[in-house]
């Protein structure tokens, strides 16, 4: 009997979309059609498919009013924000603009003598795994990368974001890219360990939890698959004496509740010097009792449902569990009468400490907890004093200090005054149990491709 993969709506909780999984022959066949497709990608020009990529981009943006509704159906975001367009042009056009030289061959002799030099060739097939809180944005680190560097490219998006690898593998289709290249592949979990096990693919990039990584790597055990994992986070971020506080609080306060809270490098956890936390929660909690929690198909929506019943309940666990033990919930849940099921109301949380469960492990919700700290040393402790290691950020005028303390933060991207944003020019890195690995930048190529070297020698 044929399995049924189902996008479950946070909105109304009926199943809004469902799919057949593919069987292991089924999706065996779909790796062998890659592997073949890809064999002829990989000798077209680079310009040429520099260029294709970007007209699959293009044809994107054209289905974005479509897509926009359908992510408010499939994972609550909000329709007023748009969908993921803006940075998914952004980040693949980018990849697409530094190819030339990010793939260019490092030339180490040319004489009459001898050549030699290293070129960077693709793996061949790669097998992407998006996960379901950003799936356009998280996908096309990889795919608009992987395919511009001569990969064959299978996508696999989450159960909760169902449609999302239909559309982008029919935009890139229709702007010309081989059907057997790009494929759009429903898989079970078992399948796609089966999969990995086979060795059918010869790079792997997985964006999810700690524990999907850790099947990953299960799963890929004496194959010697290579693997790009972006694993779980627990964002920090600290705010100095000397820091702008209305830009920091509206700032921090967005990267910690957007999206519901659901972003890879959302901030989860402040920390304030005491000289400022009064003034900062005050200004917070004004921004947080402002939120409209509703239908994200309606424009006045600011915070809509999270993508299923069983993170909004893990969240509440959490808030729970901190103020039973001590901790302040600041934000009147009166102001947010319609929460229930997957709407989840948001809350700031005080007085809390790095013994309670929603300061050390991860929550992607809209919570955060805030401490009041006494010095650099103690916020550079506590920053560190966590399994993950994704982003932080720094607010201060002072760059050198600024410099000085990310030099000692165990993270894979610091940003100064700004927060919750993938800048592509710089590698998307983490470090523990984030993961490992990279993307974006042209490190991203050199992840996505091997080197081999020439030693080319006249008679």
Known sequence: MTQMIRCISPVNGEVYAQRPALSISEAGDAVARATVAQLGWSQRPLDERVKLVKAGVE?????NKEIVEQLAWQMGRPVRYGGEFGGVKERAFYMADIAADALAPINIENTARSRRYIKRVPHGVVLVVAPWNYPYLTAINTVAPALIAGNAVLLKTASQTLLAGEHLVQAFTEAGIPADLFQNVFLTHETTSQLIAARSFDFVNFTGSVSGGEAMEQAAAGTFTGLGLELGGKDPAYVMEDADLDKAVDTLIDGAMFNSGQCCCGIERIYVVASLFDRFIEKAVGIVSNYKLGDPLEQETTLGPMAHVRFADLVREQTAEAVKAGAKALIDPALFPNQRDAYLMPQILIDVDHS??????ESFGPVVGIMK?????????LMNDSDYGLTASLWTRDFERAERIADQIETGTVYLNRCDYLD??????GCKDTGRGGGLSSIGYHNLTRPKSYYMRSL
């Open 59 to 63: 044809k994107l943006g054209e289905m």
């Open 356 to 361: 309670m469960r929603v300061m050390r492990e």
């Open 373 to 381: 700290v006494q010095d650099d040393a103690e916020a550079i402790a």
């Open 424 to 429: 592509p020019a710089l590698c998307w890195t």
